[in-house]
């Protein structure tokens, strides 16, 4: 397993950015694939899938609700993997969580199949 370390949440207001961070480390931690997933507090909801970033081709899958606001980047050589997230609204409010598989699959996970999960790291969007 990978140990994964997020950073860089906090409190903004609607329409402002925000660039998270996760650390990785472990063995062969730069061949993991890399993605973020979210939960919103409270809900009792599954962690809902962001984005994902392949280890070697960067290939990115995203969802849906933050196509064209959030892009995520990864540097192998610091093993960190990055979510700018741009526009942000009230609905992005959570729990951001950091996530790792060594397969690839599709890109788009369900949380059930996630190698490693980071400890969070909380968003909150005001009006």
């Known amino acids: 397993q990978v140990q994964l370390v997020e950073s860089g949440g906090g409190l903004v207001q609607a329409g402002d950015s925000l660039r998270l961070s996760c650390a990785a480390s472990?063995?062969?931690?730069?061949?993991?694939?890399m993605g973020w997933f979210r939960q919103t507090p409270g809900t009792g909801k599954e962690r809902e899938f962001v984005a994902s970033i392949a280890w070697r081709e960067h290939i990115t899958k995203y969802a849906d609700s933050v196509k064209g606001r959030f892009t995520i980047s990864r540097d192998n050589a610091e093993n960190t993997v990055f979510l700018q997230m741009n526009t942000l609204k009230a609905e992005d409010t959570a729990v951001y969580y950091c996530?790792?598989?060594?397969?690839?699959?599709?890109?788009?996970?369900?949380?059930?199949?996630?190698?490693?999960w980071g400890k969070g790291t909380l968003v909150t969007v005001s009006l």
């Open positions: 996530a790792a598989r060594p397969t690839w699959a599709t890109g788009y996970w369900a949380a059930r199949t996630v190698d490693s």
């Open positions: 472990g063995q062969a931690s730069s061949r993991y694939h």
